[in-house]
């Protein structure tokens, strides 16, 4: 166990709609950074917070955002949900400096209809 | 694009120990190799990382080249638990705010 939380585990949405996902991070820790994961594939980078604040993105459109909270926590939200999203959407934590190795949440399986 | 090569899969009988290779011939002086695994659906499982030396803990070993142009996660003694997907990961320290940048891995399965 890692002591990355991420909730819901699973959830459907269809077409258009919003997605919010959630990381608890590891005690101690004041990094997140989110990946998604299709089918098949290796996880790919989404973005990093660090403080509160987007330190690093990977190649996904504006339409994944994230937020990250005074107590290191952490959302993804997806606007306008496309069936190519439904994928396995991780977090992973690190810290307290940067650069430091990751550990990684259960994810989140979201499937749009 | 992911940094390193690996075999896309390899078997393994249980309680001998996996030798799985990796690749990376590009590697620069600063980065590191770091070690993941992923059992189905689950969120991938920090193993183990190393910059030049041999590294050892209690899942595993990894040894790097001199030329540090390849390495190999050994498993000593594999387990029906070991079956996942493992990824080498070539970055610097943490992958940092650029991400950690996943291949496809090598899906190694351990038979009875």
């Known amino acids: 166990e890692t002591g990355v939380t991420q909730s819901p585990t699973h959830l459907i949405k269809t077409r258009g709609q919003q997605v919010t996902l959630r990381c608890s991070s590891q005690s101690g820790h004041n990094t997140v950074s989110w990946y998604q994961q299709a089918l098949g594939q290796g996880p790919q980078f989404i973005f990093q917070y660090y403080r509160e604040e987007e330190n690093g993105r990977g190649n996904f459109p504006p339409r994944f955002s994230g937020l990250q909270f005074p107590n290191y926590s952490s959302e993804l939200n997806v606007n306008a949900l496309e069936l190519d999203d439904s994928a396995l959407y991780l977090c992973?934590?690190?810290?307290?400096?940067?650069?430091?190795?990751?550990?990684f949440g259960p994810g989140t399986r979201l499937l749009v209809l | 694009d992911a940094k390193t090569t690996q075999p896309p899969s390899m078997d393994c009988a249980e309680g001998r120990a996996a030798n799985l290779p990796c690749n990376h011939s590009?590697?620069?002086?600063?980065?590191?190799v770091y070690w993941y695994r992923q059992i189905h659906s689950q969120g991938p499982q920090y193993i183990i990382h190393?910059?030049?030396n041999n590294e050892t803990n209690e899942m595993a070993s990894l040894i790097i080249t001199e030329d540090r142009k390849s390495s190999t996660l050994i498993l000593p003694h594999a387990t029906l638990r070991d079956t996942a997907v493992y990824y080498c990961?070539?970055?610097?320290?943490?992958?940092?705010?650029?991400?950690?940048?996943f291949g496809k891995g090598t899906h190694l399965i351990i038979q009875p």
């Open positions: 590009t590697i620069s002086g600063n980065e590191y």
């Open positions: 190393g910059l030049k």
């Open positions: 990961i070539v970055e610097y320290s943490g992958g940092g705010a650029d991400g950690l940048t």
């Open positions: 992973a934590s690190s810290g307290p400096q940067s650069r430091e190795t990751q550990y």
